[in-house]
């Protein structure tokens, strides 16, 4: 299926690993100018060489802290008119109420929460001027299922769901559309570190971290390019009487 993407020009965030760089390469493949923004400015320049060279687009870098004041209105200027900007910056730490204090609370909410928050509203502003774009929103199904030992990431992926429908509700006349995915464990280098960090201490062996997997829907978690794939459908004109909503993306689990 043709996505008629090919032309357009998109902004990916926490795109130098993960799911955030299989975002911009998915949509490099379909054709967009990409430019791919996280805090690791060595990453983000081997992953624009890589997408240029594999897909023949445009593939430009920044590094920018998306938690620091101003760094969302840096971010907009630079990367000028959009077509499709993903919010996917940001991993909020673990813990339940009485082991996570107020710092690493605001800290993490800075980023993720404050981050999506902060960056929509300037280009949500480009695109309510142009009149078109979409925002999608990377956010997480503990927002959905919630935890109460990882209370800071559940709050803030419900605050950030409230965030997209409501936004999404109301972006059509603006000619914009504004919605997200849930993503449920997915094969990042941050889950397969967590899973061998428990294959060794459970299995004695961190190489069979796999046989831990085990119990998750398909026997596996998902790949960064399953949540990525369905991004770019929900960026492209074949989804474009889509908005204000959520798509989980964990095999089923949040139904459990």
């Not at 840096?74 to 940001?90: K, M, Q, R, S, Y």
């Amino acid at each position: 299926m043709d996505l008629e993407l090919k032309g357009k020009r998109a902004l990916i965030t926490g795109a130098s690993k993960g799911i955030g760089r299989a975002c911009a390469e998915v949509l490099a493949a379909e054709g967009c100018s990409v430019r791919i923004v996280s805090r690791t400015a060595e990453a983000l320049e081997s992953a624009a060489q890589e997408i240029r060279s594999r897909h023949g687009v445009e593939a430009q870098w920044k590094a920018a802290d998306l938690s620091q004041r101003g760094a969302a209105e840096e971010v907009a200027t630079w990367a000028g008119p959009l077509d499709i900007l993903v919010n996917n910056a940001g991993a909020i730490p673990g813990g339940d109420l009485l082991r996570v204090d107020e710092e690493t609370w605001r800290r993490a909410w800075d980023l993720k929460v404050f981050g999506y928050i902060n960056l929509s509203r300037q280009v949500y502003a480009q695109m309510k001027a142009r009149g078109s774009g979409v925002i999608v929103n990377v956010v997480g199904s503990a927002g959905e299922k919630m935890n109460a030992a990882y209370i800071t990431g559940s709050t803030g992926n419900a605050a950030l769901g409230a965030f997209t429908r409501a936004l999404g509700g109301a972006s059509h006349a603006d000619g914009v559309r504004v919605l997200g995915v849930n993503p449920g464990p997915i094969a990042t280098d941050r889950l397969v570190g967590l899973y061998k960090q428990m294959a060794q201490t459970q299995l004695g062996d961190a190489a069979r971290y796999e046989e831990l997997f085990k119990g998750m829907s398909f026997d596996r978690p998902g790949t960064p390019e399953e949540v990525a794939w369905t991004v770019a459908f929900f960026a492209s004109p074949r989804s474009s009487y889509t908005s204000g909503c959520m798509l989980t993306i964990d095999g089923g689990q949040v139904n459990r």
